[in-house]
């Protein structure tokens, strides 16, 4: 790729009053902890006490956003907008980056394929000469996008939730160093779910009749390497794999034949990883036309409201998951309030968490770093990055912390048992039909308790979910 015109050294240079280490002694007494190995431990307050009371009165810095504004996940780009403006609002009004406002600039990313994918992002690169590109997720590039930051020496924060992208960063980190996925490999949820229902039936808040799983994966990357991953850790834990993973070609709409196919093996359980909120939505109302005795999952895309919309009464009772959402506690139910308060009841915080999150993340550690760099201002990226790196960050989310192997989030608690350094996957189940799902899992985020769908004939003597 042809660099853009005007690049140039030394315009994000240090600020002189930060010092040469971007973050000093009075800063972190004020407002981070010192973790070990370099790590800082921060909130977003921090931001505040760097910016020291300057006003956001400077050259703006310009950020760039890449989003399926027009595709098939247009809805979900909704909400990645709406968390990046309120970010953006609340760290214009606590002073930027050490005094410098952010400047929003959108490319819709349409399909997200890529040649889409590079294109948005040379827009922002070429055209506005962005320095971050931040982001919730684009599915179906194959990463052809990081080879544009590569080459640009910007960073872009993402919440693509591919293992590929640890592939990419581990291949060469030195040409890597600015692509950070914000949230865990997708290859969690699969252990992660045989976790959680093992959980279920061990603590005895579900009584399974057998121990088959039926197992359907949309066709992307993302849904065949969870459905996969979910098979191999299946039998550990007792399960059976008797049906699958029977990958169906998306975008689909009929699933009636695939359906057949459960309810002729009579599972205790039903896994669908495909996470198109639309398509899984009618997957639910096709199931309900001649329900089973059996656990509904569907992957990450029964979190919108679109699901519920759809599905209607239906919904109740289902299951989902995310490895980055919103926790019910303090200050997730404060993030929901205001975020709500400010886009409306049928808004879906948690799916603008992501990239509100994302944009406080980057702006602490450019704070941090004395300022950000242009593009080909590789040096001060450099810098940015390795404060991204080590920045562990208590979020509206649970904690930020980056595996700096893969420069991919950390997860809790597949991979760590601390829940403080780790981003917790939440399990959910719909118990309403409205946007509000009750987070169930893991302990101790959990504040809501499993009932036993209402579709359910036989309830094993459980509390049983009702529709109204």
């Known amino acids: 790729m042809k660099k853009p015109d005007g690049f140039k050294q030394g315009s994000g240079a240090m600020n002189s009053n930060v010092g040469k280490s971007g973050l000093g002694r009075r800063d972190i007494s004020k407002g981070a902890v010192v973790g070990g190995a370099g790590a800082v431990a921060a909130g977003a307050g921090m931001l505040a006490q760097m910016n020291d009371g300057k006003a956001a009165t400077g050259e703006p810095i310009p ?68 320095h971050v590109i931040i982001n919730g997720y684009n599915i179906g590039s194959n990463n052809a996008e990081y080879e544009v930051i590569a080459d640009t020496g910007i960073l872009q924060l993402h919440d693509n939730t591919i293992i590929s992208h640890d592939a990419v960063y581990k291949s060469d980190p030195e040409r890597h160093f600015g692509s950070f996925m914000t949230d865990p490999p997708e290859y969690n949820y699969g252990p992660g779910y045989i976790h959680f229902i093992s959980w279920l039936r061990d603590t005895d808040q579900w009584k399974p009749r057998n121990n088959k799983i039926a197992l359907v994966s949309g066709s992307s990357e993302y849904s065949i390497t969870i459905a996969n991953a979910l098979a191999k850790t299946a039998t550990e834990f007792g399960w059976e794999i008797a049906f699958g993973p029977e990958i169906v070609a998306t975008p689909m709409s009929d699933w009636g034949p695939v359906l057949a196919k459960v309810r002729e093996v009579d599972p205790a359980a039903f896994v669908n990883t495909h996470w198109a909120s639309q398509e899984i939505a009618q997957c639910q109302n096709q199931f309900m036309q001649d329900p089973i005795d059996c656990l509904t999952y569907y992957q990450f895309g029964a979190i919108s409201a679109v699901f519920t919309d759809i599905a209607q009464n239906n919904a109740i009772g289902v299951t989902v ?51 950000s760099g242009e593009p080909g201002n590789f040096e001060q990226n450099r810098i940015v990055a390795d404060r991204l790196n080590n920045l562990i960050y208590r979020s509206v989310l649970g904690t930020v912390k980056f595996n700096p192997e893969t420069r991919s989030a950390v997860p809790y608690p597949s991979e760590t048992n601390d829940p403080s350094l780790g981003m917790p996957t939440l399990y959910f189940q719909i118990q309403e039909n409205s946007p509000e799902r009750a987070l169930i899992s893991p302990p101790p985020y959990n504040v809501s308790n499993f009932m036993i769908p209402p579709w359910f004939k036989d309830n094993g003597g459980l509390p049983q979910l009702k529709v109204n």
């Not at 098939?72 to 909400?79: C, G, N, P, R, T």
């Not at 404060?334 to 009841?345: L, M, S």
């Open 321 to 371: 998951a995310t490895d980055i959402g919103l926790l019910q506690d303090d200050m997730g139910n404060e993030f929901k309030d205001k975020y709500i308060a400010r886009f409306g009841a049928n808004s879906t915080p948690l799916v603008g968490c992501q990239t509100y999150v994302n944009m406080y993340h980057w702006t602490m550690a450019a704070a941090m770093a004395g300022g």
């Open 63 to 130: 950020i760039g956003h890449a989003l399926a504004f027009t595709g098939w996940a247009a809805h979900d780009a909704a909400e990645f907008k709406n968390g990046i403006e309120l970010a953006r609002d609340e760290i214009n009004a606590m002073g930027g980056v050490l005094g410098r406002p952010l400047e929003s600039y959108y490319e819709d990313s349409k399909n997200m394929s890529a040649d889409e994918m590079v294109g948005a992002y040379n827009r922002l690169i070429d055209r506005r000469g962005v």
